[in-house]
């Protein structure tokens, strides 16, 4: 079946523009988890929605930093006003549930580089 | 201090060597690890769950002592390809799924 997708794979933008990535997880997971790795880095946890509803966004760097994930399945990144420092790949998981573990499938993630 | 961490090589050995990983968490409330695989420029990837009796896959063996919050793996006959980073990950306290991923060992299994 398919797995997490995100788009685009690529991104290159200038300090101070916004952009917007974007995480199709399997279907059916209601979990769904935004991390962000820098290089040489391990991954970093920014946010995880349970359905619509985010339920811990205590990964988040700033304001800066906010996502949605509107009918529980499709979710957006968004980063406003870009900054040097943004520059990491930016990976998206998903689960079937999370009372208990169950593991998580990563999406092959977007590069971001800002100039 | 992070709350993952690992050596983070580079770990060089012949095809055939026996290699070992060790890891250290900070939070003692932590209930359930991992060891992930990361090929480069890929996505990480679930290569085992770490049990308090140790768990053995193949010629992959985790091993957990929580009264030292220690995590080890140790791979046996590597093979070329075994060359990847291995991250040391713990399950958050905090119930919501997100894991804490350590900086991850590079490994390069040569022949």
């Known amino acids: 079946g398919a797995g997490v997708s995100q788009t685009p794979s690529n991104k290159v933008t200038e300090k101070g523009k916004y952009v917007e990535l974007r995480c199709d997880p399997i279907s059916g997971h209601t979990a769904l988890y935004w991390y962000r790795q820098s290089l040489g880095q391990g991954p970093e946890f920014l946010i995880y929605?349970?359905?619509?509803?985010?339920?811990?966004d205590s990964g988040l760097p700033n304001d800066r930093f906010f996502a949605v994930r509107p009918e529980g399945s499709v979710s957006t990144l968004k980063i406003q006003r870009t900054e040097r420092g943004d520059s990491a790949v930016y990976l998206c998981?998903?689960?079937?549930?999370?009372?208990?573990?169950?593991?998580?499938?990563f999406g092959p993630g977007t590069r971001l580089t800002v100039l | 201090r992070k709350e993952v961490e690992q050596d983070p090589g580079p770990f060089n050995v012949p095809e055939g060597a026996t290699v070992a990983f060790n890891c250290t968490y900070s939070n003692s409330a932590s209930q359930s690890f991992f060891w992930y695989r990361q090929d480069c420029r890929k996505e990480p990837k679930l290569l085992m769950s770490?049990?308090?009796s140790g768990n053995e896959d193949g010629r992959f063996t985790a091993q957990l002592n929580r009264a030292s919050q220690y995590i080890s793996l140790l791979i046996r006959d590597s093979k070329l390809s075994d060359s990847a980073t291995y991250l040391c990950v713990v399950l958050g306290a905090s119930n919501t799924g997100k894991l804490i991923f350590g900086q991850g060992t590079t490994l390069q299994v040569k022949p």
């Open positions: 770490v049990y308090s």
């Open positions: 929605f349970q359905g619509t509803g985010a339920a811990d």
């Open positions: 998981a998903s689960s079937g549930q999370v009372s208990s573990y169950n593991e998580q499938f």
